[in-house]
Structures are given as C-alpha cells and as structure tokens.
C-alpha cells in the first residue's frame, strides 16, 4: 500500500471542495425564464411566452422545424437536419440555453427578465 504524502492529501482536500463549489455555481439561479426568442436566417427574431403551452411550426432554409413549450420549458421536436442534434438536446429550462438547428438555420434562445453573468464579466 501507498503511503500518501502531504501533496497528496492537500490535493484531494481541494478536489473534494472544488466539486461541490463547481456544481453549486452552474446550478445557481440565473433568472427566470420570461420568454423564449425565434430566429430563423436573417430575419427579425420573434418572442414567443414561454408560459403559454404551444407547438411553432417555423419554415427555415431546408423544411419546418416544430418548437414545442410546455411547463416553463422548450424542445426541438423535429427538424429536417440529418444528425438531429437540435432534437436530440431535448428540454431547455435554463435562461441563456440555446437550440440551433444549423442546416436549417433555426435558433430558439431562452431569455430572462434579468441579465446572466458570464464568465468575462468583472
């Protein structure tokens, strides 16, 4: 058996305080979801409410993508991209996620009623 050192254990003292520290800043309120905004190519984005339950059907570059709302949250239902990856993401409830579907050209951005720090902010 390996004796550990005092590095050692001042490493995983720090690691087992940094975990928890992490998680607890990505899961911090960053405001609530007010509304979810609908850009398709280079027209003007359109804000849609985000508490009223509904399914947008929007006609991007190469077919229709379906944006469904449904308890305070948002997904892709379907897109005629070939990887689906804006369907695959699945449910978006965070304000400041976004689902793009890139061959299509749609992208949906949740927005909040208060602005969201990055990490280039001072």
Request: aromatic residues 6%; hydrophobic residues 40%.
């Amino acid at each position: 058996m390996i004796k550990m050192k005092p590095g050692d254990w001042l490493i995983l003292f720090l690691s087992l305080l940094l975990v928890p520290l992490s998680w607890s800043m990505t899961q911090s309120d960053s405001g609530v979801v007010a509304a979810i905004e609908v850009t398709v190519g280079d027209q003007p984005p359109v804000v849609y409410s985000i508490k009223d339950p509904q399914q947008i059907t929007v006609a991007g570059d190469i077919g229709n993508s379906v944006i469904e709302i449904r308890d305070g949250r948002v997904r892709m239902i379907s897109s005629p991209g070939k990887r689906q990856l804006c369907v695959l993401s699945g449910w978006h409830q965070q304000s400041g996620d976004n689902i793009v579907c890139l061959p299509n050209k749609v992208g949906v951005s949740l927005i909040s009623n208060r602005e969201r720090f990055d990490g280039i902010n001072f």
